[in-house]
Nanobody
Framework: QVQLVESGGGLVQAGGSLRLSCAAS????????MGWYRQAPGKQRELVAS???????THADSVKGRCTISRVNIVNTVYLQMNSLKPEDTSVYYC??????????WGKGTQVTVSS
């Protein structure tokens, strides 16, 4: 098992930046896929970005060029750098990990609010 704890959310003005962190309770060397999802009120949870152990990344079209996912295995942490934030980025952001046995883990989320 692995517990995931997100941090770094908050209130920011449009055009601002935030860096979200996802700290895992154990080594993530063996966890291939990790990602960030978000869910706004009344909407479905959607993938923001994902990263494999080899560093292969995927970013949603809505955040490409503005957000970057990264991982530092030695400190068991995944990051999401978000720049040029827009009001439509307002959501709860969740960290996700899929281990090599097909088990999916989720954090409790961190709120990001972007004011116009």
């Amino acid at each position: 098992q692995v517990q995931l704890v997100e941090s770094g959310g908050g209130l920011v003005q449009a055009g601002g930046s935030l860096r979200l962190s996802c700290a895992a309770s154990r080594s993530i060397f063996s966890i291939n896929a990790m990602g960030w999802y978000r869910q706004a009120p009344g909407k479905q949870r959607e993938l923001v970005a994902s990263i494999t152990n080899g560093g292969l990344t995927t970013h949603a079209d809505s955040v490409k060029g503005r957000c970057t996912i990264s991982r530092v295995n030695i400190v068991n942490t995944v990051y999401l750098q978000m720049n040029s934030l827009k009001p439509e980025d307002t959501s709860v952001y969740y960290c996700n990990a899929n281990d090599n046995y097909g088990v999916s883990y989720w954090g409790k989320g961190t709120q990001v609010t972007v004011s116009s």
